[in-house]
């Protein structure tokens, strides 16, 4: 990574962290029950019945509403879990399962682990990210395990960011091995990007 890029990034990083912050209980809640129906009608349209999904941070766009209705759907979910080798393995979500922060302080579920290769035979994949760009450059937070886990794919799902509405933007700073996005899917949209 260059310096310009990797100074580009932080900025960026540093911006959404504070945007996110500034958010009340009440409009986190809101966008979760925004991204909740968003992401209903694309599992819909999709016809997916199997996808991963992740659980946020408090300040992250909200994936539980969602999640909690996939369950009731009887939908397959995968959550993602960290590993030391910068790549995710899976847990089969389930409306009962337990959490714990992660090496990062991300929450992530607890429970029997796949490989990363199991999200390859998933119907849609469900990630975080910072920004996205109309090219569906995917911004992350700079530990790059989607990126390492999305490249390392043979067979490589749709790809939906959820950021807020104010994080789809021009143009993300980015780097040869940053993965693209499909599309994104914000508190009041999806929208397929061309990339």
């Given at each position: 990574m260059t310096e310009d890029a990797s100074d580009a990034k932080r900025s960026v990083r540093s911006t959404v962290r504070e945007q996110r912050r500034q958010r009340t209980a009440a409009d986190r809640d809101a966008a979760a029950d925004g991204i909740r129906r968003q992401l209903d009608?694309?599992?819909?349209?999709?016809?997916?019945?199997?996808?991963?999904?992740?659980?946020?941070t408090p300040s992250e766009p909200g994936t539980r509403p969602f999640l909690a209705a996939a369950a009731a759907r009887g939908l397959h979910v995968l959550?993602?879990?960290t590993r030391a080798d910068g790549l995710l393995d899976w847990t089969v979500a389930s409306p009962?399962?337990?959490?714990?922060?992660?090496?990062?302080?991300?929450?992530e579920a607890v429970g029997e682990r796949l490989d990363p290769a199991a999200a390859g035979d998933l119907d849609v994949l469900i990630v975080p990210a910072a920004a996205?760009?109309?090219r569906g450059a995917r911004l992350g937070w700079g530990r790059g395990f989607y990126d390492r886990t999305l490249d390392a794919l043979t067979h490589r799902p749709p790809v939906?960011?959820?950021?807020?509405d104010s994080e789809l933007v021009d143009r993300v700073p980015r780097d040869p091995h940053d993965q693209s996005v499909d599309g994104?899917?914000?508190?009041?949209?999806?929208v397929l990007l061309s990339g």
């Amino acid at each position: 990574m260059t310096e310009d890029a990797s100074d580009a990034k932080r900025s960026v990083r540093s911006t959404v962290r504070e945007q996110r912050r500034q958010r009340t209980a009440a409009d986190r809640d809101a966008a979760a029950d925004g991204i909740r129906r968003q992401l209903d009608a694309l599992v819909e349209r999709l016809g997916a019945r199997s996808l991963s999904c992740y659980l946020p941070t408090p300040s992250e766009p909200g994936t539980r509403p969602f999640l909690a209705a996939a369950a009731a759907r009887g939908l397959h979910v995968l959550l993602p879990v960290t590993r030391a080798d910068g790549l995710l393995d899976w847990t089969v979500a389930s409306p009962d399962g337990h959490e714990a922060n992660g090496v990062h302080g991300v929450p992530e579920a607890v429970g029997e682990r796949l490989d990363p290769a199991a999200a390859g035979d998933l119907d849609v994949l469900i990630v975080p990210a910072a920004a996205v760009d109309r090219r569906g450059a995917r911004l992350g937070w700079g530990r790059g395990f989607y990126d390492r886990t999305l490249d390392a794919l043979t067979h490589r799902p749709p790809v939906y960011a959820v950021i807020y509405d104010s994080e789809l933007v021009d143009r993300v700073p980015r780097d040869p091995h940053d993965q693209s996005v499909d599309g994104v899917v914000t508190p009041t949209r999806t929208v397929l990007l061309s990339g």
